[in-house]
């Protein structure tokens, strides 16, 4: 069965309501306003007028209602990049990343997909993320949260996932599997206390912008794992989160030959006599935690 086509004139109609509602908010007056002067003149004339308001007005009503709803469901998806920036500046990057990728998905929760590659690009760009009155926000530490962000997000939506758990048949031939990552967990590295930070946005809700706390003196990393609707960060050790990203980009046998390599390249022989019995248990860790939804054997 196939909907028949659509008449001319409601595609027009469509079209113009949806390039209104499309039509920024103004932001030069310190508030967000819209402006109807700036929709289509057919709109307009086509958009009947109250006794209280004008069609500019009654068609201003859809066009902030579009902008607040998406900037809402941004701010949930980013609550840590959200908070680090302020409500006011981050709506502004929303505002220029959803006039250059509108929403397509008929799922609010997809607007946010590319939102931290928005940003990067931005950055790469040579466009300014950061306020100069921020001197304790870098925009890496801006990028870093975002994609933090991300992580969460990605993890919290995923759909449930039985975990692989290798069986006797599997054993003789794991070496030559490439294993599958599951999307109920994502890999994170902080070089800022974010996570920690974004726990506390989510438990003190606001608008304002939120102190970002000194660098760290060295990297942390995460395992970011969901059991049922709650999420969980587990820590890991460097070289422990560089065999699960090697595992997940290559065969299990390949991974094992990087890592022992780049123990080498480092120069730490105790590393490397310590190496195969942290592997195996690496790996038994990860297999419990649900990292694994699955292996691809060769044939």
């Given at each position: 069965m196939?909907?028949?086509?659509?008449?001319?004139?409601?595609e027009e109609?469509q079209?113009?309501?949806?390039?209104?509602?499309?039509?920024p908010?103004?932001?030069s007056?310190g508030?967000?306003?819209?402006?109807?002067?700036?929709?289509?003149?057919?709109?307009?004339?086509?958009?009947l007028p109250?006794?209280?308001?004008?069609?500019?007005?009654?068609?201003?009503?859809?066009?902030?209602?579009?902008?607040?709803?998406?900037f809402?469901?941004?701010?949930?998806?980013?609550p840590?990049?959200?908070?680090?920036?302020g409500?006011w500046?981050?709506n502004e990057?929303a505002?220029?990343?959803?006039?250059?990728r509108?929403p397509?998905?008929?799922?609010?929760d997809?607007?946010?997909a590319?939102?931290a590659?928005?940003?990067?690009e931005a950055?790469g760009?040579g466009?300014?993320?950061?306020?100069?009155?921020?001197p304790?926000l870098?925009?890496d530490?801006?990028?870093?949260?975002?994609?933090?962000?991300?992580?969460?997000?990605?993890?919290?939506r995923?759909?449930p996932?039985?975990?692989?758990?290798?069986s006797?048949?599997?054993?003789g031939?794991?070496?030559?599997?490439?294993?599958?990552?599951?999307?109920a967990?994502?890999?994170?590295?902080?070089?800022?206390p974010?996570?920690e930070?974004?726990?506390?946005?989510?438990?003190?809700?606001?608008?304002?912008?939120l102190?970002?706390e000194?660098?760290?003196?060295?990297?942390r990393?995460?395992?970011?794992?969901?059991?049922?609707?709650?999420?969980g960060l587990?820590?890991?050790?460097p070289?422990?989160?560089?065999?699960?990203?090697?595992?997940?980009?290559?065969t299990?046998?390949?991974?094992?030959g990087?890592?022992?390599?780049?123990c080498?390249?480092?120069?730490?022989?105790?590393?490397l006599?310590?190496?195969?019995?942290?592997i195996?248990?690496?790996?038994?860790?990860?297999?419990q935690?649900g990292?694994?939804?699955?292996a691809?054997?060769a044939p």
């Amino acid at each position: 069965m196939s909907w028949p086509a659509s008449p001319a004139w409601l595609e027009e109609l469509q079209a113009r309501f949806g390039d209104m509602l499309r039509t920024p908010l103004e932001r030069s007056s310190g508030s967000l306003r819209a402006k109807p002067d700036a929709y289509p003149s057919a709109l307009l004339e086509e958009a009947l007028p109250t006794p209280n308001l004008t069609s500019g007005e009654r068609l201003a009503i859809y066009n902030r209602q579009y902008w607040f709803r998406l900037f809402t469901v941004l701010q949930r998806a980013y609550p840590l990049t959200a908070r680090l920036l302020g409500y006011w500046r981050f709506n502004e990057h929303a505002t220029h990343f959803l006039l250059a990728r509108p929403p397509r998905h008929w799922s609010l929760d997809e607007i946010g997909a590319g939102f931290a590659d928005f940003l990067a690009e931005a950055a790469g760009n040579g466009n300014a993320l950061v306020d100069d009155t921020r001197p304790d926000l870098e925009p890496d530490a801006l990028l870093e949260a975002a994609r933090i962000d991300l992580g969460y997000h990605q993890v919290f939506r995923a759909p449930p996932v039985a975990r692989y758990e290798p069986s006797a048949a599997d054993a003789g031939r794991l070496l030559q599997a490439r294993l599958r990552m599951s999307p109920a967990v994502a890999l994170l590295t902080e070089h800022w206390p974010l996570c920690e930070l974004r726990r506390r946005a989510l438990e003190a809700p606001g608008e304002g912008a939120l102190r970002l706390e000194p660098r760290l003196a060295r990297p942390r990393h995460w395992l970011l794992g969901r059991e049922g609707l709650k999420l969980g960060l587990v820590p890991l050790e460097p070289r422990e989160l560089q065999l699960l990203m090697l595992l997940s980009r290559g065969t299990v046998e390949a991974a094992l030959g990087e890592l022992e390599e780049a123990c080498r390249s480092a120069g730490t022989s105790q590393e490397l006599v310590e190496l195969p019995a942290n592997i195996q248990k690496w790996l038994a860790s990860s297999v419990q935690r649900g990292v694994w939804r699955g292996a691809d054997f060769a044939p």
